[in-house]
């Protein structure tokens, strides 16, 4: 069998072909591609500053993760949304659905974005007591810049958001490319032209993300705008659409809390270690993300199939397309990681990797590594399908307790108690998806799932 008649017996349905999922994968693939790989690149530039700029950097990527992720949530909510109004042939609610929730995410953002600049020094210093002064000064040099460019993040990450839900996969990478080419060309003037260190690297991403937001409006609204969406929708909240994002995204909200908490109970554990570690840690998370650029575009997926799916009332192909999504989804994850781990003396090279810190990144990458293609699909896919069916609740649960057990209980027990130092974190990270795993296949045997409204 070809591997073209296989994926048509797999993907092939009244609601989707194989060749439409393959397209929508590919274009998905390299918009992950190149969030991941600029962001990658980004860090490697602020690791040239030397290892306190990017011990600093991941320290308030704690932090700022926890206020971004909030009105991502709202988004997704929206998300969904838009996806089970597609699939439903309901034009009206796709088009309050998206001013809605793109409105709503810039209202979350201009007040988190405002507490977050005022309050800098008082987090950094109260999360962070015993870090070397020069560390406290770059975190909150960047905490209050990453402030101010989350006002126009929130604008284009709803936006594209949206066109992700729609199965519009295009015209989001077009905008990807764009906005991450424009960042790191302003990283490259800021950081190594201008010297200007951390402080570079903020400014770069206010200027690419206010191009962004500029961008997606007009590519919404004049270029693309093949559902009538009008500047007026970004400022009208109806009860029923804005109580139905709220349903959606409210137990993303709490999970994103809970779990960026637990992110940060692991900083503040992993702050007992040197700076080299701290060092070594960023780094092996910065070029991981570049393995998961798989992994994010199967969860993107996995979400605009069930929602649409469920959308059109067609319960049998939610658990169907989901188990298919494991399946492949084992295969892809594979092939990433065999071809992207041989390359990583190349990444280290790009981050200015010392020699304390190689082998604490290698062995932390070699975990991931292995894990990743066995593990990571059972323990994410399903979340998504059963959130974009209803079942948020249930999903959020199982990340925040598996968050808990595994990388902050497990890891502190192995990184700081074992002294295995970072890779223990990781092997923590490793038993929080095989806990995710386990939790959510006995949820998703079983129909209640399906009925959650």
């Not at 500053?49 to 308030?60: D, H, K, L, R």
């Not at 590519?219 to 029923?240: Q, V």
């Not at 296949?441 to 959650?452: A, D, E, S, T």
Request: net charge positive.
């Amino acid at each position: 069998m070809t591997i073209s008649s296989r994926l048509d017996r797999l993907l092939t349905t009244e609601q989707f072909t194989a060749s439409q999922l393959t397209r929508m994968f590919l274009t998905l693939m390299l918009d992950q591609f190149f969030i991941f790989a600029i962001s990658m690149l980004s860090s490697a530039l602020v690791s040239s500053v030397g290892e306190a700029a990017i011990a600093a950097v991941s320290m308030v990527g704690t932090i700022n993760g926890i206020v971004s992720l909030l009105f991502t949530s709202l988004a997704t909510g929206g998300g969904i949304v838009v996806a089970r109004a597609k699939g439903h042939g309901d034009i009206l609610t796709i088009r309050r659905a998206i001013g809605e929730s793109t409105g709503l995410c810039t209202l979350v953002a201009i007040c988190l974005a405002s507490l977050l600049y005022v309050f800098a020094p008082v987090i950094v210093n109260t999360i962070y007591p015993d870090v070397e002064p020069l560390l406290v000064t770059y975190a909150i040099r960047y905490m209050r810049l990453m402030a101010i460019s989350f006002l126009p993040y929130s604008t284009f990450n709803a936006v594209f958001n949206i066109f992700r839900s729609l199965g519009d996969t295009r015209s989001s990478l077009l905008l990807t490319v764009v906005i991450n080419v424009v960042h790191l060309i302003l990283s490259l003037v800021f950081i190594n032209v201008l010297h200007l260190g951390v402080a570079g690297s903020g400014y770069s991403y206010i200027l690419a993300r206010f191009v962004g937001a500029v961008l997606a409006m007009v590519w919404l609204l004049a270029i693309h705008n093949e559902y009538g969406i009008r500047l007026s929708h970004f400022f009208h909240f109806s009860k029923s659409v804005s109580a139905e994002i709220f349903q959606m995204g409210t137990p993303l909200i709490f999970e994103s809390l809970l779990m960026q908490g637990g992110m940060l109970l692991v900083q503040i554990y992993l702050a007992r270690l040197t700076t080299t570690d701290l060092a070594a840690h960023a780094v092996s998370n910065s070029i991981f993300n570049l393995y998961a650029t798989t992994s994010g575009t199967l969860s993107t997926l996995t979400a605009t199939i069930s929602g649409q799916c469920f959308g059109a009332g067609k319960y049998d192909l939610v658990r169907r397309y989901c188990r298919n999504m494991i399946k492949l989804g084992r295969i892809a994850l594979l092939l990433t990681v065999l071809i992207l781990y041989p390359a990583t003396p190349l990444f280290l090279k790009l981050y200015h990797a010392t020699d304390t810190a190689i082998p604490i990144i290698r062995i932390s990458l070699a975990i991931g590594a292995v894990a990743m293609p066995l593990i990571w699909c059972n323990a994410y896919l399903p979340a998504y399908c059963i959130r974009s069916c209803g079942d948020g609740s249930f999903a959020s649960l199982v990340s925040i307790l598996a968050l808990f057990a595994g990388r902050c209980l497990f890891g502190y027990l192995l990184a700081i108690q074992c002294h295995l130092g970072v890779p223990g974190v990781w092997i923590g990270m490793v038993i929080e998806w095989g806990i995710r795993a386990m939790m959510l296949h006995i949820r998703f045997r079983g129909n209640r799932w399906l009925h959650v409204t």
